[in-house]
């Protein structure tokens, strides 16, 4: 009797082995990879690597990082936007060059709202803006007041034509009618370098970039974007308290996959991305790249991707500006 | 007196048993990715990155830093035994080391360069502590107007490292300008010669050309004259240099030190100006300049020992100023940050143990690495004994391995397979690579600081004269052009080339 019964438990067993539930069609079924489509060392890439052995114990699943840069981050996006639809081949950058994408490059390969799907954002890393010490301004105002009557004189640093700190001062500029020299540089070090030795004297960058200068005085901090002062630089303004238009400028981290994808996949990938952001190590991790953590799954993502490409589209259209 | 306690507190950090024991392991990890072609210090600390994270900040740096420089010293082993040069920095070691070890010579080049990147790394650990304070502040100097004349005088230099005809020299510098022009315009980006490859927006990479030309090209030319292999494996029982090869080698490398110190602090020079700055000052200062190119061991000692100090030198922004001067710098920054530790110039202040305890290790790794490479030198050598028909594959193998890794690209591979036809070509009409790949390298930051010095000063050529460090260095430049032109020298370059 018991024997029969056991019998009929493992067939039971066997039978439950045999057949694929719905929880695994659900689940991850071999390696994860985390595409960062920039060179080691980033942001974006120690984002990744922090996040890969989380996700792999969440899932079960191996998790790799794997650099693909290029092409301004469109090499990279490109390979996840043409991927299997399996949601196992995941995108990490920047998003605002991302949303910047289309409308500074004709022949973009992929579309960024169509061919990938938003799993969440990560983080929000907002801008410094900080002057070189020779320049004779200590606060917003005397630089928008010294940029005006100097019309042309003012060198911005950027860290690349195209990129979210070129477009920041020339929103800057349309709104408050300064004209200034927008000066291109390989790469946001270079840029700050530029500035604390003088050859430029603004720049807009990230507090991982621009903060210790700007408490050493070698650069002299005016304000920070993002919605509220920042806890290490308390006495620096936000642009709106400055009067400064586009206080939403900074580094926006997001977490993407291919469009097509299972969206149970897609679900279980929000899920488990908030999770790791919960974790406190996780966000001290995040606080000291000079960023705050943003968990609020795909749908708010979406959005500000769609309103971004849209108002960002408009700057580099009015302007000129040309990736290709 | 700070100068001393701080290096006894850096010694003392450095010996720490767990230190030793990172510093050998980064050092060894190096060894072994410079001896592979392709393989960089750059993916390999990619790699390690997450790995470090359970480990104290100090040790994790001085591993960290270990694979960098002992990279530089396993990069000049394949340099000088099958000419692929891995890195920027082992290019110009091709053109003697791998002189030398055709005509059997392969153990003394090898033990020179090892020697020669010990006293760099000696001389430039002292250099460190003495002078990063105002070597950073030299650095700052240097804004775009400085930096294009300098590239100037360094584009100039790489006609003069060649040997043979000046005209083919200059042709192949212009080439690689050109070929360095490919990609998205900094100054407007556009994207110019790309014909629609997304993969040549970022330019072409230095890597998959030079192992392209250098290396695989070489391989196609031996492959027509095999008997040349034997001889070179007949004749390595000799491994330690003689006593006139120290004696010939030690000035060469004391110049090649200074030049490398120098031009390691400013940033973004790079990996390719200090040896071929060095390489080229050797050979203009030499007595037997016929010898160079034909295997003089000065041309092994003072690039080795340039890069060597230079990418020691490299790490003085970085701690002082918290300013990357290379990609690799811009790594180990991501590597302090996620250690909690945000670089800058209060760093020195805040984490003296750290800067210290890093500097020192830097001397104690070039010790073991110098304990580690001489013996390896006899084992080096005898894979020269290999057959041809075994190492032609491997080599072909690891190169594809290695260019695509570094952006784990296909394209990559394509691109080496036709430099290396190229490069083939280039043996064939007797034109050298090196001052290509310099012109490829240096083409992109000459035209991108000329065009930001004009945006700068409104167009205004005058700048260029007006700033004494720049002035100074176009009178250089200019000194140099008058050499090549007259008529003398090129009477001698005729004889020393008829010998």
Known sequence: MLRSLCLLVMAALVGAALQPSAAEAQSFTRAVRIVVPYAPGGSSDILARLIAPKLQEAIGQAVVVENKPGGSGNIGADAVAKAAKDGHTLLLLDVGTLALAPSLFADLTFDPQKDLAPVGMIMFAPYVLAVAPQLPVKSVAELVAYAKANPGKVAVANSGIGGMNHVTPIRIGKALGIEWKNVPYRGGAAATRAVVSGESQVIFNGVSGSLQFVKNGQLVGLAVSGPARLASVPDLPTFDEAKLPAGDSGT????????????????????????????????????????????????????????????????????????E | MDLFSNLALGLATAVEPINLLYCLIGVVIGTAIGVLPGIGPIPTVALLLPFTFGLDATSAFIMLAGIFYGAQYGGSTTAILVNVPGETSSVVTCLDGHKMAQQGRAGPALAIAAISSFYAGTIATVVICLLSLPLSALALKFTAVEYFSLLVLGLLAAVVLAHGSVMKALAMVLLGLLLGLIGIDVSSGAARMTFGVAELGDGIDFVPVAMGLFGLGEIMANLERPPVRQVVSQKVRDLIPSW????????????????????????????????????????????????????????????????????????????????????????????????????????????PQLVWGVIASMWVGNLMLLVINLPLVGIWVSMLKIPYRLMFPAIALLCCIGTYGIANSVFNIWLMLGCALVGYFFIKVGAEPAPLLLGLVLGPQLEENFRRAMLLSDGDLLVFLQRPISAVLLVVAAMLILVLLSPTVFRKRKEALAE
């Open chain 1, 252 to 323: 926006w981290q997001g977490l993407m996959v291919t469009a097509g994808s299972p969206p149970e996949l897609i679900a279980k990938l929000d899920a488990e991305l908030r999770k790791i952001l919960a974790n406190p190590d996780i966000a001290q991790k995040i606080a000291d790249l000079g960023g705050t953590v943003k968990a609020d799954g795909p749908a708010a993502f979406k959005a500000w991707l769609a309103e971004n490409v849209k108002t960002l589209g408009e700057v580099v259209r009015e302007n000129g500006i040309k990736g």
């Open chain 2, 244 to 351: 006139a090869d120290l004696k010939a080698s030690f000035p060469a490398m004391t110049r090649g030190t200074l030049i490398g110190c120098i031009l390691g602090v400013l940033p973004g020079g790079g990996a390719a100006l200090p040896p071929f700055t060095a390489y080229a000052v050797e050979k203009k200062l030499s007595k037997n300049k016929a010898m160079f190119g034909h295997g003089a061991i000065e041309g092994v000692a003072a690039p080795e020992a340039a890069n060597n100090a230079g990418a020691q030198t490299s790490f003085i922004p970085l701690l002082t100023l918290g300013i990357p001067a290379n990609a690799l710098m811009a790594l180990m920054i991501g590597a302090l940050m996620m250690h909690g530790i945000q670089p800058g110039p209060q760093i020195m202040t805040e984490q």
